[in-house]
């Protein structure tokens, strides 16, 4: 069974701290998802980045990078800089071939001023 | 704006009560998938349709029911609600019909307080 763990449930940092939010994944398939999510106090649901198990190829949009390593089932999320803007939920999600979306608990991250 | 309409964005009952959730998929997506947000359970998956059709079950309750129309929008309907339904429940749309390779796409969320 597919499964996605995020340890930390809350963090927080103050403004301009560089940040990592921690993704551990489980699945038995070898094509799988990744996904990232943000929930803004506002409530909706934001994309923030698909990666699928064949590319490990670490990305970097912004503030934002991600690191994908296979070896340890991890997809980290590091926000660089953190803004005010950045205080939100964070989701991390797994999907596997023929199987849905799976999220994490999420982790809430405060920036304070 | 992610081009999916959820109404109402809020709705308060009582228990034993029924409702009826709505959602527009983006334009052109044929997956619509609800999801149930609570305090104590994180986000979960309830059911998937595709094109009209049941796709995937989650856990979704014997007293909740969806069904997806021609025009490809979803109900989701909650009946003999119960203190523990009060949640934010969101639909997403994607428009890949299987394996959600894509990103879903989500609304706003439906917050539903169940007195």
């Known amino acids: 069974a597919q499964k996605v763990t995020q340890a930390q449930t809350e963090i927080s940092v103050v403004e301009k701290e560089d940040v990592t939010l921690d993704c551990v994944y489980e699945?038995?398939?070898?094509?799988?998802?990744l996904f990232w999510y943000k929930q803004p106090p506002s409530g909706e649901l934001v994309f923030l980045i698909r990666?699928?198990?064949?590319?490990?190829q670490n990305e970097i949009s912004g503030r934002y990078s991600w690191n994908f390593q296979k070896s340890t089932s991890s997809f980290n999320f590091t926000i660089t800089a953190s803004q005010v803007v950045d205080s939100a939920v964070y989701f991390c999600a797994l999907s596997e071939a023929g199987q849905n979306f799976v999220f994490g608990p999420g982790t809430r991250l405060s920036v304070l001023p | 704006d992610s081009g999916v309409t959820q109404t109402p964005k809020h709705l308060i009952t009582a228990t034993g009560q029924r409702v009826t959730l709505r959602c527009s998929p983006r334009?052109?997506?044929?997956?619509v998938y609800w999801y149930q947000q609570s305090l104590d359970q994180g986000l979960q998956f309830l059911i998937q349709?595709?094109?009209?059709?049941?796709?995937a079950k989650g856990n979704i309750l014997e007293r909740f029911s969806a069904q997806q129309f021609p025009d490809l929008h979803s109900e989701l309907n909650l009946s003999s609600l119960e203190l523990g339904d009060s949640a934010l429940y969101f639909c997403a749309s994607s428009a890949h019909g299987t394996v959600p390779t894509g990103e879903l796409f989500f609304g706003e969320g439906s917050r539903l307080t169940v007195l």
């Open positions: 990666r699928n198990s064949f590319d490990e």
């Open positions: 699945t038995r398939d070898t094509t799988y998802y």
């Open positions: 349709y595709y094109n009209g059709e049941e796709r």
């Open positions: 334009s052109g997506d044929l997956s």
